[in-house]
């Protein structure tokens, strides 16, 4: 990459599309692409291939998809796999047919099996059956690392794709109902503490071990893996190698937001797989490792949050 490119963020008010412009904003770039949904419907093949003839990108990062918790991947799941798998075949065509230098996809850690062995390395990939709750969803992401993957060995295209763990952070999505993990403890907790609630139930039993990555470190490696010279592997895991159970992010939650009450499980909720730690060797030994603990990312997040209200 250099600073005279003009990159395209697709997804650009999401959170890690907002966290990839702050990047590139930050290392000097000044001719960055970021459309709303409203100036590019992604689904609607002719208003894709219109844009990029008229805007000529030399860089794509696709992180526009549509996103969810566990709860919304497993009542929406006809809406996850039809319009991301719409999303993708259209950036994707229109990318090759306007020859992009490079792309970026953004995929995520639940295209692995739900028994995968852990940590996960990228060749668990299709090893074994998905976690049914987000399957629609994980399967529109396989098809999306695959057709990178195959324009590279049948047309030579420098498509790469990313395999983020679990991501948190500012532009967060804070619903109460309809959110990930960190983001949705800390609005419900808020207004716990609001009400004065003497009780906080965590959804599931608190049991499961989840990776978490703040958002502005995964755009660090994204940037970072559109900068090698060289070969880049078709899939690459993004993460911090080191996860912790769901009950012990509640606890330190309520520390850092002087919850007083107590925390109880909710055990009719589902808990999805017991644990995904990413293998993360393949990021570290191409010169990338995180930089935001979790206890500084959590602080960050619920100032962000904070300053919402």
Known sequence: MN??????VLGGRGLVGSAIIRELKKRGFDSILSPTSRELNLLEQSDVRKYFKENSPDIVILAAAKV???IANNTYRADFIFENLGIQQNVFE???NEKIDKLLFLGSSCIYPKNC???????HLLTDSL????EPYAIAKIAGLKMAESFNRQYGTKYYSVMPTNLYGVNDNYDLENSHVIPGLIARMDLAIK???EEFKVWGTGKPRREFLYVDD???ACLHVLSIDGEVPDLINIGTGEDIEIGEVAKLIALKMGYKGRLVFDTEKPDGTMRKLLDVSRIKSLGWKPEVSLSDGIDKSISYYQGLS
Do not use: C, R, W, Y
Request: no cysteine; aromatic share 4%; glycine share 10%.
């Open 218 to 220: 995964m755009a660090s």
């Open 131 to 134: 976690e049914q709750t987000n």
């Open 3 to 8: 600073k005279n490119q003009k990159v395209l």
């Open 68 to 70: 969810g918790g566990i």
């Open 117 to 123: 062995p852990q940590p996960m390395k990228e060749e």
């Open 94 to 96: 229109a990318s090759f």
């Open 195 to 197: 009400n004065g609630d």
